[in-house]
T-cell receptor, first 118, second 110 residues
Framework: GAVVSQHPSWVICKSGTSVKIECRSL??????MFWYRQFPKQSLMLMAT?????????EQGVEKDKFLINHASLTLSTLTVTSAHPEDSSFYIC??????????????FGPGTRLTVT | TQLLEQSPQFLSIQEGENLTVYCNSS?????LQWYRQEPGEGPVLLVT?????EVKKLKRLTFQFGDARKDSSLHITAAQPGDTGLYLC??????????FGKGTRLHILP
């Protein structure tokens, strides 16, 4: 149980275009999903917290107009990178916290999406 | 601001040796998780510890949560090449975001 998927697993786009990344909890309902960014050989940096049916909460320094997050259902959150630039190239990872988890602070991570902006 | 310091940042040892990775903070956490991440993949949860002084074992891996719930350690016995990867500790408080350490990159030489 507790499987989280991401789509696509990798994407290459041209500078100036927008890219949407999906995060799905496959076998559980997630009240909260988190979006992280990871640069090579570094740890995960939290970008934003997404709660179903409400606006996302962004971490300091993360542009909410550039990284649009939608959490329309208890099993799906999307991250849209708008007007992507080469410096947005990174590994984007989502995680989900289960609605009925016995340990509410456990998160389950997706496999990540490698974004390359040319 | 809560911070988690992991040490060492890098560790390269021979197969069969033992090793310990540390995760320290000045803050108290309700829980502490250890994850392992392979290149190009998301982190995989290894264990969650929630009680001060708790010890959990996962085959050759032993995890300990400090009595004051501010620190944790991961001990690997008889390391194998398959243990190679990035080990991340993460501290959390109920219904809140979790804080990640910077990770320990472990390389086991055959």
């Amino acid at each position: 149980g507790a499987v989280v998927s991401q789509h696509p697993s990798w994407v290459i786009c041209k500078s100036g275009t927008s890219v949407k990344i999906e995060c799905r909890s496959l076998d559980f309902q997630a009240t909260t999903m988190f979006w992280y960014r990871q640069f090579p050989k570094q740890s995960l940096m939290l970008m934003a917290t997404s709660n179903e049916g409400s606006k996302a909460t962004y971490e300091q320094g993360v542009e909410k107009d550039k990284f649009l997050i939608n959490h329309a259902s208890l099993t799906l959150s999307t991250l849209t990178v708008t007007s992507a630039h080469p410096e947005d190239s990174s590994f984007y990872i989502c995680s989900a916290r289960a609605l009925a988890a016995l340990i509410s602070y456990e998160q389950y991570f997706g496999p990540g999406t490698r974004l390359t902006v040319t | 601001t809560q911070l988690l310091e992991q040490s060492p940042q890098f560790l390269s040892i021979q197969e069969g040796e033992n090793l310990t990775v540390y995760c320290n903070s000045s803050s108290v956490f309700s829980s502490l998780q250890w994850y392992r991440q392979e290149p190009g993949e998301g982190p995989v949860l290894l264990v969650t510890v929630v009680t001060g002084g708790e010890v959990k074992k996962l085959k050759r891996l032993t995890f300990q949560f400090g009595d004051a719930r501010k620190d944790s350690s991961l001990h690997i016995t008889a390391a194998q090449p398959g243990d190679t990867g990035l080990y991340l500790c993460a501290g959390g408080n109920r219904d809140d975001k979790i804080i990640f350490g910077k990770g320990t990159r472990l390389h086991i030489l055959p």
